[in-house]
T-cell receptor, first 113, second 113 residues
Framework: QKEVEQNSGPLSVPEGAIASLNCTYS??????FFWYRQYSGKSPELIMS????GDKEDGRFTAQLNKASQYVSLLIRDSQPSDSATYLC?????????????FGGGTRLMVKP | EPEVTQTPSHQVTQMGQEVILRCVPI?????FYWYRQILGQKVEFLVS????????KSEIFDDQFSVERPDGSNFTLKIRSTKLEDSAMYFC???????????FGPGTRLTVL
């Protein structure tokens, strides 16, 4: 059974701070990793994808992947109240597992003005 | 910017009735998916579809479910005889390739009474 684990939160940070969100996954063969943002009652919105070890930056967002530790993280710099949402980690386990994404339960982020 | 669209946004049905949820994937995408999210729970994979056939399905996707691409633009999910436990948000997603980023539609909220 492939598992993706996230701390449910809430993670509360002040406006302008760095928010750090973490995710672990069980399938060592996983190859593609994604972070989605989900506002209450809305659909998942893709923020970042990462496929190889290391860091990937896009604006205020940085995704970090460590396949040896089976760990993915998302850093949000200069957090804004509009960043308040649930952040979903999703993992695609690669060719043998097809294209399905396995989602974590999400971490609720609250950015306080 | 291209996006996935879904109709209807909300569907209310009686237990035992058939429902069809509709999706229009992003036009140059080749892989199509259905996911669902029961209120307060994780996003769960149902089925993936490529080259006019199911490429993968989960245990949730039993004989009551079917998918179809009736024309060059629509992708549908049919539930033959709805149960109370089918009440959930159903999300359609599409991607341009295997393992690539999946983009989600706004969802259909299905309520089974």
């Amino acid at each position: 059974q492939k598992e993706v684990e996230q701390n449910s939160g809430p993670l509360s940070v002040p406006e302008g701070a760095i928010a750090s969100l973490n995710c672990t996954y069980s399938d060592r063969g996983s190859q593609s990793f994604f972070w989605y943002r989900q506002y209450s009652g809305k659909s998942p919105e893709l923020i970042m994808s990462i496929y190889s070890n290391g860091d990937k930056e896009d604006g205020r967002f940085t995704a970090q992947l460590n396949k040896a530790s089976q760990y993915v993280s998302l850093l949000i710099r200069d957090s804004q109240p509009s960043d308040s949402a649930t952040y979903l980690c999703a993992v695609n386990s690669g060719a043998n597992a097809g294209n399905m994404l396995t989602f974590g339960g999400g971490t609720r982020l609250m950015v306080k003005p | 910017e291209p996006e996935v669209t879904q109709t209807p946004s909300h569907q209310v049905t009686q237990m035992g009735q058939e429902v069809i949820l509709r999706c229009v994937p992003i036009s140059n995408h080749l892989y199509f998916y259905w996911y669902r999210q029961i209120l307060g729970q994780k996003v769960e994979f149902l089925v993936s579809f490529y080259n006019n056939e199911i490429s993968e399905k989960s245990e949730i996707f039993d004989d009551q479910f079917s998918v179809e691409r009736p024309d060059g633009s629509n992708f549908t999910l049919k539930i033959r005889s709805t149960k109370l436990e089918d009440s959930a948000m159903y999300f359609c997603a599409s991607s341009s390739g295997r393992g690539n980023e999946q983009f989600f539609g706004p969802g259909t909220r299905l309520t089974v009474l």
